[in-house]
């Protein structure tokens, strides 16, 4: 008797059990006993799935990459944060971030922090095999031979200067780092499609081409830098020809830096309805043309009557229904906020930190 095997098959709508048949004998098909043992094979398994709804449901996706941005430096709360994990060599190392891939550093924070510090943020990292990230204003103001509005891009979010950016690779340098990922702070959308004050109206040629101005001088230092992008959401997928300039932007990108985009970070807008069928559609076109996909979970900003905890939950609920109504399954993600809330990293004497977005996603996936 040949055998019918049972196996899982990954499906859009999550995990699924199937009969593999392919093998049962002519023999078993032509004297009746194949379809009865089918039906009480497919019953044997219904049967194991409802005495076990957690293998019903599937064990999740692989647990994505992570991406856990320390945040404010100077304020009392960041500071203790930095302090705790960084600066306090008899402090203990946290459970949550041994299951971190990057911790990320805001360029903002990067130039505020001293040398000493930054040399230890280094080696507690190296020392933790957690990879380092700056999130990065990527684009350059202006650039020699380039036509642009006059003071275009002037405090415009995601520009900086080359030569500012040339400083922080060298300080980086100086601290002993080994620069792993940088994640840009909005360019396509600030360059091409921003129509704020100062906004440069760049082609996406453009915005790739002073994109790779700031990009090289990290490069220089650190060639193995590994890149990748942070769009807003739906604000993206609200333009009529979002994908054919997105697939521009890619191939833009890796004509002017050298190198592929590694992944793209989704910014929700949050207080904006259609949010979802916006992701939803940010991952099928990533999934087309292989792009690492990320999401930012967070929450949007905080109501007047809103505490700390109301956020943390708001953003909680946020990812949950991303990854078990949605079905969307990120390569990546990051805890990052912007926002009052809840502005440090750690939950200590100042109140419940980020920590606790990552210790709830790990618990969401059976993370222990």
Same mark, same amino acid.
Not at 36 to 51: C, D
Not at 150 to 161: D, F, K, L, S, T
Not at 292 to 312: E, H, K, V
């Given at each position: ?65 992570? $991406? ?8 009392p709360?960041?500071?203790?944060? $930095? ?53 990065m ?53 600030f ?34 830098v590994?890149?990748g ?12 020809? $979002? ?5 521009? $932007? ?11 985009l ?11 309805t ?20 990320g ?74």
């Amino acid at each position: 008797m040949s055998p019918i095997r049972i196996h899982w098959e990954m499906t859009k709508e999550g995990r699924r059990c199937a009969i593999d048949d392919r093998q049962a004998s002519d023999e078993g098909r032509r004297f009746g006993w194949y379809r009865p043992m089918k039906i009480l094979f497919s019953v044997l398994v219904a049967g194991l799935l409802l005495a076990n709804p957690a293998t019903a449901a599937g064990p999740s996706a692989p647990t994505p990459q992570i $991406w856990f941005s320390m945040g404010a430096l100077t304020s009392p709360a960041g500071h203790q944060s $930095w302090d705790t994990l960084f600066y306090n060599p008899d402090a203990p190392w946290p459970e949550f971030m041994n299951h971190l891939h990057v911790v990320g550093i805001l360029t903002q924070a990067l130039l505020k922090i001293s040398d000493e510090d930054l040399a230890k943020v280094v080696v507690r990292l190296k020392q933790k095999h957690v990879a380092l990230g700056i999130e990065m204003l990527a684009q350059a103001y202006t650039l020699p031979g380039i036509d642009a509005p006059p003071h275009c891009g002037e405090g415009v979010e995601g520009h900086y200067a080359p030569f500012a950016t040339a400083a922080l690779a060298a300080k980086l340098k100086r601290a002993g780092a080994t620069l792993d990922y940088i994640a840009m702070d909005e360019p396509l959308w600030f360059g091409h499609y921003y129509n704020g004050k100062l906004a440069c109206h760049s082609s996406i040629e453009n915005v790739a081409e002073r994109v790779a101005a700031n990009l090289r001088e990290y490069q220089k230092v650190f060639p193995h830098v590994i890149i990748g992008d942070g769009e807003p959401f739906p604000s993206i997928t609200d333009q009529p020809h $979002w994908q054919d300039d997105y697939k521009e $932007w890619l191939r833009f990108f890796q004509v002017k830096t050298g190198q592929p985009l590694a992944y793209t970070f989704v910014d929700i807008n949050w207080g904006v309805t259609h949010w979802p069928a916006s992701l939803q559609a940010m991952r099928d076109f990533a999934h087309q043309v292989h792009l690492p996909l990320g999401t930012i979970y967070n929450d949007a900003p905080p109501r007047a009557a809103m505490s700390n905890q109301d956020w943390l939950d708001d953003a909680v609920r946020n990812f949950t229904h991303i990854e078990r109504t949605l079905r969307v399954s990120p390569d990546w993600l990051a805890f990052s906020s912007w926002e009052k809330y809840p502005g440090h990293a750690l939950t200590d004497s100042y109140g419940v930190g980020e920590d606790y977005l990552v210790k709830q996603y790990l618990q969401l996936h059976g993370v222990k």
